[in-house]
T-cell receptor, first 116, second 110 residues
């Protein structure tokens, strides 16, 4: 069974540009979430989607947005890039659990974004 | 505010020297506590899920335990290949986001 696939693996962008990152979840997983990982802050939650609906959003500015398609694939977009947006962006997918529990999230290898 | 604190930040062990990593959490209704392992330049790799106090899970040299305020990841007779950053995360009732600690960087020396 294929894992979570993120593309591209590496990106270099200039301040002020915008970028789109892609995530293909594990087959059958309908929940996709995004995280930003930096050395100083660790993993910070960006947003989570289920069946094309955003269910939770983290404390990031409106420049960060995302969407999910009917096949569960997801994209996130960052507009007007700033130097501080340089980070590893991780996507995770999971199946919904039952009885108030959630199944664990499986992560992709991430997209390393460098803003210069 | 929901939060996760991991200690120590870094740990160096000799091969075969057992130890424990700590994850303290405060959350308004725990849905689940998760342990991950992350190697440099890679995404986190799932290890365990714990749902309620008293629960324990084991996998090879690793054993995770859970109380109402903290979780421990016990590493028995570690090997150099166990070197990695170990991350703890919680998920609160009513939300779908994971709140991560900043991790424990483990180095096992041969």
């Amino acid at each position: 069974k294929a894992g979570v696939t993120q593309t591209p693996r590496y990106l270099i962008k200039t301040r002020g540009q915008q970028v789109t990152l892609s995530c293909s979840p594990i087959s059958g997983h309908r929940s996709v979430s995004w995280y930003q990982q930096t050395p100083g802050q660790g993993l910070q939650f960006l947003f989570e989607y289920f069946s094309e609906t955003q269910r939770n959003k983290g404390n990031f500015p409106g420049r960060f947005s995302g969407r999910q398609f009917s096949n569960s694939r997801s994209e996130m977009n960052v507009s007007t890039l700033e130097l501080g947006d340089s980070a590893l962006y991780l996507c995770a997918s999971s199946q919904p659990g039952t009885g108030g529990r959630n199944f664990e999230a499986f992560f992709g290898q991430g997209t390393r974004l460098t803003v210069v | 505010e929901d939060q996760v604190t991991q200690s120590p930040e870094a740990l160096r062990l000799q091969e075969g020297e057992s130890s424990s990593l700590n994850c303290s959490y405060t959350v308004s209704g725990l849905r689940g506590l998760f342990w991950y392992r992350q190697d440099p330049g890679k995404g986190p790799e799932f290890l365990f899920t714990l749902y309620s106090a008293g629960e324990e899970k084991e996998k090879e040299r690793l054993k995770a335990t859970l109380t109402k305020k903290e979780s421990f990841l016990h590493i028995t007779a570690p090997k150099p290949e166990d070197s990695a950053t170990y991350l703890c995360a919680v998920q609160a009732q009513g939300t779908y986001k994971y709140i991560f600690g900043t991790g424990t960087r483990l180095k096992v020396l041969a």
